[in-house]
């Protein structure tokens, strides 16, 4: 498939957030949808602001690789004790419950990606005692 060869060549040769811009810019939320997936990793680093941007801006039609950016953004949050900012991981909390049904619904869903209930679970088994963080998501 001509898309996917595209695809490929991108991640291979350039920097992975300049390639999802790329896609972002020329309407393909599809490929930009599928790198998000594909290259979980590569969004560690980059910056929360620009990441919650493309989140926003996937959610309709791509909820799953939404997911994955919401997660990487709370988790950061979390992982990093960082209690001045519980209330955006709560938000992104909430965007992950709100999206929790397209995104388990996915059809072509990767297995490496956790279904909401179970990755609620693990995330509490992480972080069950950061009563702060919790009193603040619905």
């Given at each position: 498939d001509f898309?996917?060869?595209?695809?490929?060549?991108a991640s291979i040769q350039a920097e992975p957030m300049s390639v999802l811009r790329m896609f972002l810019s020329v309407s393909r939320q599809d490929l930009a949808a599928h790198f998000v997936i594909d290259n979980q990793?590569?969004?560690?680093?980059?910056?929360?602001?620009?990441?919650q941007t493309i989140a926003k801006s996937l959610e309709r039609y791509h909820p799953l690789a939404a997911t994955v950016i919401y997660?990487?953004?709370m988790e950061n949050i979390l992982d990093n004790?960082?209690?001045?900012?519980y209330s955006q991981a709560a938000r992104y909390f909430d965007a992950l419950d709100?999206?929790?049904?397209?995104?388990?619904?996915?059809?072509?869903?990767p297995t490496?990606?956790?279904l909401h209930a179970t990755y609620c679970?693990?995330?509490r088994s992480r972080?069950?005692?950061k009563a702060s963080f919790w009193s603040l998501t619905k």
């Open positions: 898309t996917l060869g595209i695809l490929n060549k990793h590569a969004w560690l680093a980059a910056s929360d602001y620009t990441l997660r990487i953004l004790n960082r209690s001045k900012e709100r999206l929790s049904a397209a995104s388990d619904g996915t059809i072509d869903r490496n990606i956790d679970a693990i995330l972080h069950g005692r």
